[in-house]
């Protein structure tokens, strides 16, 4: 048997799966079919007899909004990384695992998605796409935390705090003795995209340009970017130190909080975790938390084993 787990982001969709990985920019438009095409045509996947262009083959600009779990865009999404799988596998998958936000994670939610996967027709290319037959879904966060215990097993009935950094949230989770407690989960406003305007305000404080946060994140990886043929240098890593880091800082204590007007004791945790696509830019700057490798796919891992484990 074979399984996946597809952790759909805001910011960037990643997927784990027997003998690989693959990760794409969560980008998603309607399809207009046109009689010009220049180059190789693109990857049309329908819901429903309606067809969406998904990640690379989607304007960069085509990012989803904070609704759209659920809405055909969403399915398309899952119909592309089924699609990915199977071209890379040549077979079909035995089950996958999906992740919700915290506060959309309940059992009436998660039986209405199912339900709605397992009812729609997916293809591409007018090629079925096969849903798998089995389909779980697990609250964001909790993936990572189940990728930790499976490497670091000594932590199964400890407490852990997971702090998910994902693009529009940080969310963090509490793990009393190895069981996820939902009325002590909370998501901040301080995800990747405060990071980005952030760093999209101080660019144009210094340089007098507008950029996107497409250029932002590409400044934050590699310290410049190149427009217009003209090569724009921006220190990035001050606006994480002197902005970021202090607001993520703030929000972990603020969570402190939280748990302590729950009756839980702080001094009971035993692990931070951090995890998501803004832990690789934090990694080196907080001390004490548990950072996995490739942290980005920590969550699609965690909901692969939650499968395999069933």
Same mark, same amino acid.
């Given at each position: 048997?074979? &399984?996946?787990?597809?952790?759909?982001?805001?910011? $960037?969709?990643?997927?784990?799966?027997?003998?690989?990985?693959?990760?794409?920019?969560?980008?998603?438009?309607?399809?207009?079919?046109?009689?010009?095409?220049?180059?190789?045509?693109?990857?049309?996947?329908?819901?429903?007899?309606?067809?969406?262009?998904?990640?690379?083959?989607?304007?960069?600009?085509?990012?989803?909004?904070?609704? &759209?779990?659920?809405?055909?865009? $969403?399915?398309?999404?899952?119909?592309?990384?089924?699609?990915?799988?199977?071209?890379?596998?040549?077979?079909?998958?035995?089950?996958?695992?999906?992740?919700?936000?915290?506060?959309? $994670?309940?059992?009436?939610?998660?039986?209405?998605?199912?339900?709605?996967?397992?009812?729609?027709?997916?293809?591409?290319?007018?090629?079925?796409?096969?849903?798998?037959?089995?389909?779980?879904?697990?609250?964001?966060?909790?993936?990572?935390?189940?990728?930790?215990?499976?490497?670091?097993?000594?932590?199964?009935?400890?407490?852990?705090?997971?702090?998910?950094?994902?693009?529009?949230?940080?969310?963090?989770?509490?793990? !009393?003795?190895?069981?996820?407690?939902?009325?002590?989960?909370?998501?901040?406003?301080?995800?990747?995209?405060?990071?980005?305007?952030?760093?999209?305000?101080?660019?144009?404080?210094? $340089?007098?340009?507008?950029?996107?946060?497409?250029?932002?994140?590409?400044?934050?990886? !590699?310290?410049?970017?190149?427009?217009?043929?003209?090569?724009?240098?921006?220190?990035?890593?001050?606006?994480?130190?002197?902005?970021?880091?202090?607001?993520?800082?703030?929000?972990?204590?603020?969570?402190?909080?939280?748990?302590?007007?729950?009756?839980?004791?702080?001094?009971?945790?035993?692990?931070?975790?951090?995890?998501?696509?803004?832990?690789?830019?934090?990694?080196?700057?907080?001390?004490?938390?548990?950072?996995?490798?490739?942290?980005? &796919?920590?969550?699609?891992?965690?909901?692969?084993?939650?499968?395999?484990?069933?």
């Amino acid at each position: 048997m074979s &399984f996946a787990g597809i952790d759909i982001g805001y910011g $960037y969709t990643k997927v784990v799966y027997d003998g690989g990985q693959f990760i794409f920019k969560t980008t998603v438009e309607p399809y207009i079919h046109s009689e010009k095409v220049f180059g190789k045509s693109p990857d049309v996947v329908y819901v429903n007899g309606n067809g969406y262009l998904v990640g690379p083959d989607a304007l960069p600009r085509m990012q989803v909004t904070k609704d &759209f779990v659920g809405s055909e865009s $969403y399915y398309a999404i899952i119909g592309y990384c089924l699609n990915e799988i199977y071209r890379k596998t040549n077979s079909v998958l035995s089950g996958i695992a999906l992740g919700l936000p915290p506060a959309l $994670y309940n059992e009436r939610k998660t039986i209405l998605l199912r339900n709605n996967l397992e009812r729609a027709e997916l293809s591409i290319n007018k090629n079925f796409i096969p849903i798998p037959d089995k389909v779980a879904f697990v609250p964001q966060g909790v993936g990572a935390y189940i990728d930790f215990v499976y490497n670091n097993p000594e932590f199964v009935d400890k407490d852990v705090i997971v702090i998910d950094i994902g693009y529009y949230t940080v969310d963090m989770i509490f793990i !009393k003795e190895g069981k996820f407690i939902p009325r002590a989960s909370e998501s901040y406003p301080s995800g990747m995209e405060l990071l980005l305007s952030r760093i999209c305000s101080d660019f144009s404080e210094k $340089y007098g340009e507008f950029i996107t946060p497409v250029l932002a994140e590409s400044i934050l990886k !590699k310290g410049s970017f190149t427009y217009f043929g003209k090569e724009y240098k921006f220190d990035a890593q001050h606006v994480l130190e002197k902005f970021y880091i202090p607001e993520l800082a703030r929000r972990i204590k603020e969570y402190s909080i939280t748990l302590k007007n729950n009756y839980f004791e702080i001094d009971s945790i035993s692990a931070i975790v951090i995890t998501g696509g803004g832990a690789v830019y934090v990694k080196d700057m907080i001390e004490g938390a548990f950072i996995p490798d490739e942290p980005q &796919f920590a969550n699609a891992r965690g909901y692969k084993i939650y499968l395999q484990q069933l």
